[in-house]
C-alpha cells in the first residue's frame, strides 16, 4: 500500500501586498527602515489582509534584523505610538552594507575560481575544500502496481 499523502493542515497565509497605494496608506514604502519606540530598527516588508477578498483589516508587517517577521502595533497610527521612519542616512548605510557583502560573496567565489584554474593548469587534482558541494537529487517515484503489470 502506497503512503497516503499528507493534507495540509495550515492553509497558506495570503501574500503581503506591496503597491504603493496600499503601503501609502500607512504611510510607508516597502522596504523602509522604521525605528520602534524601544529603539529597534524593522525593515517594512508588505500589509497582510485579514480578509483578503475585501482588503480590510490590513495591517503593516515588518522584519526585524533577526529575520522574524512581526505586525506593526498601531498601523495608520503608529506615529502617535512612537514609531517614527528612519533618516536616509540610514537607508543609505543598509544598502551600502548589504552591497558590500554581496561584493565579498563575489570576491570568495572569484578567489577559488583563480585557485581551482591554477591548478588545472598544473595538472594538479583539486582539494575537496575548492569542490561545491554535491546537490541533492530527488528520489524517483515509485511506478504502481498497474501501471507495472501494463509493461
Known amino acids: 500500500m502506497a503512503p497516503k499523502k ?3 493542515s495550515k492553509s497558506k497565509e495570503p501574500a503581503y501586498e506591496t503597491s504603493d497605494e496600499v503601503l501609502g496608506q500607512f504611510s510607508l514604502k516597502l522596504h523602509e527602515i522604521v525605528r520602534t519606540p524601544l529603539g529597534l530598527q524593522v525593515t ?6 485579514e480578509s483578503p477578498a475585501t482588503k480590510e483589516g490590513g495591517q503593516v508587517w ?8 512581526a505586525p506593526l502595533e498601531g498601523g495608520s497610527n503608529a506615529a502617535a505610538l512612537g514609531f517614527r521612519r528612519c533618516t536616509e542616512a540610514d537607508h543609505i548605510r543598509r544598502d551600502v552594507l548589504t552591497q ?5 560573496k563575489l570576491e570568495e567565489k572569484r578567489r577559488v575560481v583563480e585557485e581551482v ?3 588545472k593548469q598544473q595538472g ?10 554535491p546537490k541533492a537529487e530527488k ?3 515509485k511506478e504502481d502496481g498497474k501501471a507495472a503489470k501494463k509493461k
Open 100 to 104: 558590500e557583502v554581496e561584493l565579498q
Open 62 to 69: 515588518v522584519r526585524y534584523n533577526t529575520g522574524h517577521e
Open 124 to 133: 594538479l587534482p583539486i582539494p575537496e575544500h575548492l569542490l561545491p558541494p
Open 6 to 8: 499528507k493534507t495540509g
Open 44 to 49: 517594512v516588508v508588505g500589509v497582510k489582509y
Open 139 to 141: 528520489p524517483q517515484k
Open 117 to 119: 584554474m591554477k591548478l
